[in-house]
């Protein structure tokens, strides 16, 4: 199951710290999120708990789609 999550609006580092969050349950999450400084941190996250992370694009923006390997 993919948990979706909205977190425009947000400043980071929340948008990172809401799909680590995420992640800790699920193992597949797409993110969008409008903070310019946001995909570089989620894609840090990603690769510092190696997760698979890909450019999407959604109804309400361009984000992330991010899985785990197991």
Known sequence: MSVDIDARGL???W?????A??????SRATIVAD???????IAAL???RGWNIGAIETEIGNGFAISRNN
């Open 35 to 41: 903070d310019p400084v946001a995909p570089k941190e």
């Open 46 to 48: 990603a690769e510092e």
């Open 21 to 26: 969050r995420i992640m800790r349950r699920q």
């Open 15 to 19: 948008p990172a710290l809401r799909l």
């Open 11 to 13: 400043q980071c580092p």
